[in-house]
């Protein structure tokens, strides 16, 4: 450690990405209050600054880069155009917001068919349209690699309806909307050209087209059902430290109540793998997890009937207890799995 | 022709970015009024939506590409954070906007030092906080090919202020802030290690830390100065073609009007280039491009009088004819050269 100085320069795969998010966001420090009309920077699924006297904007970007979130043998263009869509309003949609614009930053392979970048942008607008959200601007560049989709997304929330992650307190239940594990069992699938398996189809769509839960997240921001409230990009374990870490609480999931994609228990089953694991570290789902105090369980009540679909399902507990552990089975508590690390 | 079907399917770089943009627009067709709340869709430096009674938020979003907008043996890391800002606010600056609200969307190398991210940062965030903007969000995510940086800026502008391309009509004067050439000098010089020529430093200050005209295009706007405005990024004669389109005019471009950076002028002569050619074509000034009727000199004054540098300099006129020419010193009328393409 004393000789590092003379060393090659440290590069960020070695320093790991949230050692590289934590020292870009000391970088670009912006509390809440640092400028005027800014409620929320970076750290949340989305940032928030006030946009008129009862209205908050919300604004999110994320990038879908060929070779890290997709493979052009295994997701046609408008799959691709259509995701880009939905893992952003999934950030909108667990901050309790109305998705509403959209802006588009595409860069692309000399190299690529004309026809590959209509269907992408038909699978967007599709799916722009199937929230109500227009796509008002964007970019165009050549890429001297990956074809890459980025996505900027803007909503709209009133001031008393926003749900953030840092809201959560010891005793508030954590529920989960649909099921986890198809999306990365479905890509699992797709590389072992194996998508024909029972339950494989299923896994496969939940890969190629996630579904935003924006009409959950929306009723959950208007009837306040949550104290906090995430998305599941990148699992439910990692969603799980996320969203304790952030309400200064520890986490328990409760690895018998996860509802786990049906066609994903019996795909990692067959190949030997731990089903629980897989299911709390698997990506790409896009449900949201939600900490709700036992005396709101009205409010969560009246949430499942607007919006019957996807159901919800208790998945464990905010602790007062810090970390983050996995009741099993046998009564054994395990430490809960790490999230995805990007780098 | 009739043969295409069975050929090689066309690639986007063998059908040209404009028609490319065409097939995009025409995919994601979003026309003024065409959704609750959208004054300004795809088309213009910048999008625009309300956002209250007597407000219009503004976004833009542009991505700088390693190869394409950049090479990292010419630029420090800081300058490219700082031009990822700057790029972005010339948008912004284009359209009468207030910049306040930056998100930065980064793609990088898993081999990329640490202290590259880190100087990418401290200039993204010293430029943005130059103008007073705060990076609320973003989204980082590994690259399998270049460092990419994509930004998204948003600002505000009321509905009076707001200046579009479109607005000009033939007879209205067409100023230009600063001086042009000096980017694509400075980049030709640095390409080939000859930036201690005489003009030169000025000049790779030029592209390496473009200026974006954020004071004077928000008193364009506040004083109502122009009939229509845009940004140079691609160069003079692109901009000229795109502010005579959208606004249905012609275009004429005095050449001996033209405020062309001394050092460029020196370094293309030297070269033995056509100094007027290069100066219309080179990229990468982000200057501002009014028009202006004569009979609002008046508030061009004011405005000049409130921002003096960068002065102003009349360098053409709108026309009733259509098409885009250039007035040479011997009185001679030549086809202005087009802008250039990323594909």
């Not at 105090?293 to 007062?320: C, F, I």
Request: with cysteine.
């Amino acid at each position: 450690m004393g000789q590092s100085q003379s060393a090659e320069p440290v590069t960020v795969s070695e320093l790991g990405e949230h050692a590289l998010l934590a020292r870009i966001r000391a970088r670009l420090s912006c509390a809440p209050g640092s400028a005027d009309g800014l409620v929320l920077g970076i750290g949340d699924d989305a940032a928030v600054v006030r946009s008129g006297r009862n209205a908050l904007t919300v604004l999110t970007v994320d990038a879908l880069v060929e070779g890290v979130h997709f493979e052009r043998r295994l997701s046609a263009p408008p799959d691709i155009g259509a995701r880009a869509v939905a893992v952003n309003l999934s950030d909108l949609a667990a901050m309790g917001a109305d998705p509403r614009w959209a802006l588009v930053s595409l860069m692309v392979p000399a190299t690529l068919p004309v026809g590959d970048v209509d269907g992408l942008m038909d699978g967007l607008a599709e799916e722009a349209g199937r929230f109500g959200v227009t796509v008002i601007g964007g970019n165009i560049t050549r890429s001297p690699g990956p074809l890459v989709v980025d996505l900027t997304a803007v909503g709209e929330v009133g001031p008393r309806r926003l749900v953030t992650r840092a809201g959560g307190r010891p005793g508030d239940e954590l529920y989960l909307s649909g099921t986890i594990g198809g999306a990365a069992a479905g890509l699992a699938m797709l590389r072992a050209d194996a998508s024909g398996v029972e339950g494989g189809a299923a896994c496969v769509q939940r890969y190629r087209r996630p579904i935003p839960r924006v009409r959950l997240g929306r009723q959950v921001g208007r009837s306040r059902a949550a104290r906090a409230m995430m998305d599941l990009s990148d699992g439910l374990a990692d969603a799980a430290h996320q969203i304790a870490e952030a309400s200064g609480c520890g986490v328990e999931i409760d690895a018998e109540s996860l509802p786990i994609e049906p066609g994903a228990s019996a795909w990692w089953s067959s190949r030997g793998d731990d089903v629980i694991v897989a299911a709390l570290t698997g990506g790409d789902d896009y449900e949201l997890l939600l900490a709700v105090p036992p005396s709101w369980r009205g409010r969560l009540r009246m949430v499942r009937e607007r919006v019957a679909d996807p159901p919800l399902t208790r998945v464990g507990v905010l602790t007062k207890d810090p970390g983050a552990r996995v009741l099993c089975r046998d009564g054994r508590r395990d430490r809960l799995p790490g999230g995805f690390e990007h780098f």
